[in-house]
Nanobody, 120 residues
């Protein structure tokens, strides 16, 4: 079994910063990529940032230049550094890791999600 755990989140003021972290444990043969998504109730889950084993990073248009996904590599803890936060960034943030758990194919494992609320 593979478990993905996010930490961080909570209440932050507009213009402030926050860091989320994501780590996976369990039977992990390899990790292909780590991605952060966010979802507001009633809306579709949208991608925030993605970090691949080749070191590539991509960002959603709404967070480009404000958020940074970082980590030594995809197999260690990955961080989402969020700055210049806006109320519209408020959402539940989910970490998804593309993992080969021995089955020989990539499967996405999700964390439980962490709430980020940007408000005065």
């Amino acid at each position: 079994q593979v478990h993905v755990v996010e930490s961080g989140g909570g209440l932050v003021q507009p213009g402030g910063s926050q860091i989320l972290s994501c780590a996976a444990t369990g039977r992990i043969v390899a990790v292909n990529a780590v991605a952060w998504y966010r979802q507001v109730r009633g809306n579709r889950r949208e991608i925030v940032a993605r970090f691949t084993k080749k070191g590539q990073r991509l960002y959603g248009e709404s967070v480009e230049g404000r958020f940074t996904i970082s980590g030594d590599n995809v197999e260690n803890t990955t961080y989402l550094q969020m700055s210049s936060l806006k109320p519209e960034d408020s959402a539940v943030y989910y970490c998804g890791q593309e993992i080969d758990d021995g089955a020989g194919s990539w499967q996405i494992y999700w964390g439980q999600g962490t709430q980020v609320t940007v408000a005065s």
